[in-house]
């Protein structure tokens, strides 16, 4: 997604793209976290605790990877020498 978003295709997978990550977002932290934590076994517990853990870890990644990738493309402009 470094450039800019030209074409209503691109808008529409983008916002769909990001309707289906809150879906999963939500259905994993409100859902599936809370009935784990409440099993009465040790294993599922410690999952209910690491499967938060690990998506918002990898949310905070891939948030970062977009970040970035966005600056670099934003900090070389046609006016500017490439070494």
Known sequence: MGESIKSPGKLFL???TLLA???L???VLLGISPALISARSD????AGFMVP???????LCIASHFFNKRRKSAAHTTTEKQP
């Open 25 to 27: 977002s939500l259905i």
């Open 43 to 46: 294993i599922l517990v410690l």
């Open 21 to 23: 990550y809150t879906a």
């Open 14 to 16: 983008l916002v769909i």
């Open 53 to 59: 853990a690990v998506w918002l870890t990898a949310s």
